[in-house]
């Protein structure tokens, strides 16, 4: 059967960055990610997706490998992964486990920039990807070449990228960083004096600036989810569930974070719903997430925000175009061929593992309750 193909016509605002800090460099640069594209691969039958769960254990037992999953992919994979004992988290922890588990590969279900990580943090490891073409916005909004030229206009900045970029950019920053642990690593770089250039993300790097009063230029990307959350649309929703508490990823818009009672990463967002007093959640982002919300809360509903007016014939469709690239039949094919490997250039690797280990170290001394001052001085163009 031939996948049908998702048609993504992306493009940035081109309007200057928004809010009136004069920290934010309105003239950072806008990107374009036009004519983006998916396949989606066929749901299988109820036959078929057990005999590719079958194959894809054996194979998995067969070739010393592990499965590693992001909360974006199908519900398949996440299940899977848990069930053959690798992990479903997210980007900071897809990190950590790949790195310290002795299987020989790993495969990664997600986007290519969680394939990449992986590699550059396990080199000597095969990394397979069930479709090499599952990219992000984010990525592809932050081209290399562009990116290095708007660093060497603010050479007196500390570089901080966040975790949705290529190997290339992630060689050119100082700081690697997730959603997760973005605002701790700004405030202790902030604490210490320093000035941040930040990418890509425009709204999470807004809500970083707001946060910690950080001086901060910023690229001008966003994820083509979280961009389309409609603040008007999710005051609507919330009137028709009054007593339903709203989670929100800090990829949304300023807007539509002003309306949260929890605000973070996925790792974030899944332990507000189990901490908040309430049986009715609505949820801004990738819908991805929905499956394990309610695995680990039955007894609570889990509502996705909107993206769009009544008028509209979707009023969610917040699932990444390229997350839902990854699929059973592909991971089995990957696995048995070989097919779908990772390769980032040593060199470029040894340059992306830096500011990755540091953002791993720093995580973990805060974790312990350690000092991360040592970690965050001298770091940096400041």
Known sequence: MVSPVIAVDYEQPTLPYPGDAPSIDSDAPVCHTRHAWARVPPEPTAAERAALKDRIRRLLAERNAVM???YYVHPDLQDLAEETGGIVSDSLEMARFGRDHPARTLVVSGVRFMGETAKILSPDKRVLMPDLDATCS???GC????????CDQHPDRTVVVYANTSAAVKARADWLVTSS???DVVRALTAQGQKILWAPDRHLGDY?????????VSWQGACIVHDEFKAIELELLMKQHPDAKVLVHPEAPADVIALADAVGSTSAILAAAQRLEASTFIVATDNGMLHKLRTLNPGKTFIEAPTAGNSATCKSCAHCPWMAMNGLADLARVLETGA?????DPA???RARVP??????FTAALKNGQPVGSIVSGIGAA
């Open 356 to 361: 990755i280990d540091r953002m791993l170290a």
């Open 340 to 344: 779908g490997e990772i390769q980032v």
């Open 68 to 70: 590693v999953s992001h």
């Open 181 to 183: 642990c973005a605002l």
């Open 143 to 150: 081209p290399e070449a562009e990116f290095s030229a708007f």
């Open 348 to 350: 470029l690797g040894l």
């Open 208 to 216: 970083i600036r707001r946060e910690t009063g950080a001086d901060m």
């Open 138 to 140: 984010l990525d592809l």
